[in-house]
């Protein structure tokens, strides 16, 4: 990464952290929980914030000037996805993943 703000490059890896994290618990913990945890709304929910998550640090990684928008999105559904992953119970990795990308995306929307 030539000459990036340290600021940006912190949010990609608070993405890419938090993609990873989603997607993992996604497939490895809320599948074999079943119940809340597979619930069409939730699970939907960790997937979309999965994929913002890997937009959002792509979109920083090639230098758009879209990544603003990005990842004022990003911010928002790793919000919901927090609150909700809270709401479930039991995904403290997830929560706390997705508040650091939510508060590291919402200063790179600013």
Do not use: W
Not at 73 to 86: G, S
Not at 100 to 109: G, H, L, N, V
Request: hydrophobic letters at 35%.
């Amino acid at each position: 990464m030539h000459h990036m703000d340290p600021e940006m490059k912190r949010c990609i890896e608070e993405c890419l952290d938090c993609y990873g994290v989603c997607l993992s618990n996604a497939i490895g913990h809320c599948l074999e929980m079943g119940g809340e945890h597979t619930a069409k709304k939730h699970f939907t929910l960790m997937m979309a914030c999965a994929e913002i998550c890997r937009t959002a640090a792509h979109f920083m990684l090639i230098g758009s000037e879209h990544h603003k928008h990005v990842c004022a999105e990003c911010a928002e559904i790793c919000t919901q996805c927090a609150d909700d992953c809270e709401r479930v119970g039991d995904m403290a990795e997830c929560v706390e993943a997705c508040r650091r990308c939510a508060e590291s995306c919402r200063r790179m929307a600013a």
